[in-house]
Every structure is written in C-alpha cells, then in structure tokens.
C-alpha cells in the first residue's frame, strides 16, 4: 500500500509513519516542519519506500505537487497548539481549513479517494459533563481551533459526498507519548526545568478529560481504517477514563523530582480563553467495531512521563 502522511514529521504523524514503515508500506511524508522534526523520522530516512518532502500545503501548487499516486492519504498537518488562536486568529484558517481544502482539491484532480483526517474532541465547544457521543449536536466550538477543526471536517464531508470518496474523522482525545511538543506534561517538564521548587498550574487544577496514548491512537486509527466502511465514518478516539490536571502534576513530580514542589494555581475553572475544561467522551462506536485503548487515560499519562524522562 502506498500512503501520505501530512504533517508526518509532527508528534502522532511520526509515530504513524513509523507504524505504517513497520508494516512495509511505502509512505511519503509531506510536512514545513514548523512544529515537526526531521529527527522524529530519522529512523525510516534512507529506508525503501520513504519519502520525505519539506513542503507547506498552504501552497496549492505544493499540494498539487505532492498529494497523488497514493492508496490513503492521512492528514495530519495542523497547528498542533490549541492556543495559538488566541493572538492569532488567521493561522488555524490557513493552516487547518485552508490546508484541508487544498489537500481535498488536489485529492480531487488526481482521483484519489481515501482520507483520513485528524480532528479533536474541540470541535464539540462547552459540553455537559457526560459522555458526548459522535452525534451530540449542535456543536458549538469555542476556540479557534476547534471552530476550524469543524470547519475542516465540514469540508472533508462535501468533499466525499460531491466526488465519491471516503473519510475516517477521528476526534481525538487529549494524545500524549514520546515526541510530544506541546501539552501538559510538555509544559510541566519545562516549567519544573525552570524552577524545581514551584510548578504552576493554570487553572484551579480540576480541569479533567480523557488522555490516549500516542501508540493507541495510532492503533485506532489503522483499525477504524481497516472495519469501517461508511462513506464518511466518524469516531471519537481515546478511552473512557479521564485524569484531572493535578494528577498529572503529582504524577510527573513524582516522577521527575526528589523533593517538595509547591503547586501555585493560577485560578478560575479552565487553563486559558478557549480552552474546555471538563470533557467526558462516548467511545462506544469505535469499541463495538472492536477496538479499545490498551491504556487507561491514567496509564496513557503514567506511561507518557516515563517516556519523556527517559525512564
């Protein structure tokens, strides 16, 4: 099989192309590596098979060029940090929709009919705190990001139904693992580096949601993929345990340093404008396809830390 994976050198795509080199596939990566990493793909550079491109989507002419002669492609290519928005509101425009536009034309022109595309929990804004199904509606973003994630997988819909393809959507749980570049083991291990004896924690700290191992998402992905057969098929991917924020803080300082670390909150119930604080996530469509998360969200951190350090 022959895949694309866009934004394949960023923290999941890397493990994605790793996953899918594995299994002998030939993979061509297409990312500007503005969050991603070339040493994130170091160990399929040079393999049978693999491709990279240092390209931006946001070019069509670049997506022309690069999106054909595939079997799948997986897009990845976003902005990775949610809060980005908040001091630029054009960047997830371009980068998330924009992009997501030019890879679906170039799909187009060059008769290419299977995408998978990664999109978040974001896209469901302010929820009750139950278990939101795929088909909670209406969906309300509240970030920017989330606002452009629903705007992409509005455009991956018309897409299929107007030129006969076929999606998988996957709305991601909060993904954590080796390689991340953001979030909140990535901002806790930075601020602690800072200063070992005060970890501040935005919000009260009771801002809880479900985490997925990167390794699980991946898995998911490949499975829903593989079973499902709808012409658009739409799957929240993580688990059905959630881990607040001052868990992960004990469990990373626990972890990292031998002393006493005191926890400064920042206050008020969520960690910045946009942000969701509590998220609680109905999986049960992707498990009666038959695929669960190895990890709990617990152990998906646990495992996370011990990746990042090193241990």
Request: glycine share 10%; aromatic share 10%.
């Amino acid at each position: 099989m022959k895949y694309l994976v866009t934004g394949g050198a960023g923290f999941i795509g890397s493990h994605l192309v790793d996953e899918l080199m594995s299994l002998k596939n030939e993979v061509t990566v297409v990312d500007n590596l503005s969050s991603g990493k070339l040493e994130f793909l170091k160990n399929n550079m040079g393999k049978p098979g693999f491709t990279f491109i240092n390209g931006d989507l946001v070019n069509s002419k670049i997506a022309g060029e690069t999106v054909r002669d595939c079997d799948v492609v997986f897009h990845l290519s976003a902005n990775p940090d949610a809060r980005k928005g908040i001091t630029d509101t054009r960047y997830d425009l371009e980068q998330e929709v924009l992009v997501t536009y030019n890879v679906l034309e170039a799909m187009k022109i060059n008769a290419l009919k299977k995408i998978v595309f990664a999109s978040s929990s974001t896209v469901y804004g302010e929820t009750p705190g139950i278990p939101i199904p795929e088909d909670y509606g209406p969906l309300l973003p509240i970030s920017i990001y989330g606002a452009c994630k629903l705007a992409s997988e509005g455009m991956v819909s018309a897409f299929c139904s107007t030129f006969d393809m076929h999606a998988w959507i996957y709305r991601f749980a909060n993904v954590v693992g080796k390689r991340a570049t953001h979030g909140v083991i990535y901002d806790f291990i930075n601020k602690l580096g800072n200063d070992p004896s005060e970890l501040e924690i935005l919000g009260d700290g009771t801002q809880c949601k479900p985490y997925i191992h990167v390794k699980d998402c991946v898995d998911g992905m490949l499975y829903g993929l593989g079973h499902a057969s709808e012409r658009i098929n739409v799957f929240n991917l993580g688990s059905d345990t959630y881990t607040n924020v001052t868990a992960i803080a004990e469990m990373l300082v626990k972890a990292m340093m031998p002393g006493e670390v005191k926890f400064k909150y920042t206050g008020g119930d969520r960690g910045w404008i946009g942000d969701v604080p509590q998220v609680r996530y109905d999986v049960s469509k992707i498990n009666k396809l038959g695929w669960h998360a190895r990890y709990t969200s617990d152990q998906a951190i646990y495992n996370a830390i011990n990746e990042i350090l090193g241990k």
